[in-house]
């Protein structure tokens, strides 16, 4: 398979903080034999610094930045040849136009839509979310669910509604969803 394909045949995981992104991310690489990355971890590997500590001393725009830097060198010069990965985004990688036409470019996108409840069941005890801490994260997560929802549906080639699903139930219905979805290139 040439690179160019391979690029195309990622699962890319967005939604809101909370979500499942990661811990589904994590099933789906091993359910399915792909590499996993986790977009939030590279940046802090190759900044050396939590997302907090990037938010507290360089702000939110240059991590939105560093965000479309990692788009970028993933669509044009990634070594994929250990595979297409599983990609874990950050919730607010939909904000910029550029981000999302990279991410659709580079697989099968899902949104992982949780409803609010649930969000803040599983952020509840997280203290590594810049945008939560300290914050009144159900007005937060709210507005932040009411905003991004079109960008979601906008970048999504899949929506999962996963509030009372499993881990395991998700990542089997994103594999066989996958399936149908690269079959048709
Ligand atoms: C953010 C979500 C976080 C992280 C950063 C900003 C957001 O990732 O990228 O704190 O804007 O929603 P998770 O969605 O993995 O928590």
Not at 21 to 30: F, M
Not at 41 to 66: M, N, T, W
Not at 80 to 85: R, V
Not at 154 to 165: I, K, P, V
């Amino acid at each position: 398979m040439t690179a160019s394909l391979t690029r195309r045949r990622a699962i890319i995981l967005i939604g809101l903080m909370g979500c499942g992104k990661t811990t589904v991310g994590r099933e789906l690489s091993k359910m399915l034999g792909m590499p996993f990355l986790d977009m939030d971890a590279v940046i802090e590997e190759q900044i050396g610094k939590s997302i907090p500590a990037i938010f507290r001393d360089e702000g939110e725009g240059h991590f939105r930045a560093l965000e479309t830097a990692l788009l970028r060198y993933l669509l044009h010069e990634a070594d994929w040849s250990n595979g297409a990965p599983i990609i874990s985004t950050g919730g607010g990688v939909v904000l910029k136009e550029e981000n999302c036409a990279i991410l659709r470019q580079l697989g099968f996108c899902v949104w992982l839509n949780v409803e609010l409840d649930v969000l803040l069941a599983r952020t509840a005890r997280a203290n590594n979310r810049p945008l939560l801490l300290n914050k009144d994260r159900r007005a937060i997560l709210g507005n932040l669910l009411e905003q991004r929802a079109p960008f979601y549906a906008r970048t999504a080639h899949l929506r999962l509604n996963s509030s009372q699903m499993d881990i395991r139930s998700v990542a089997s219905y994103v594999a066989n969803a996958s399936r149908g979805f690269f079959s048709k290139y």
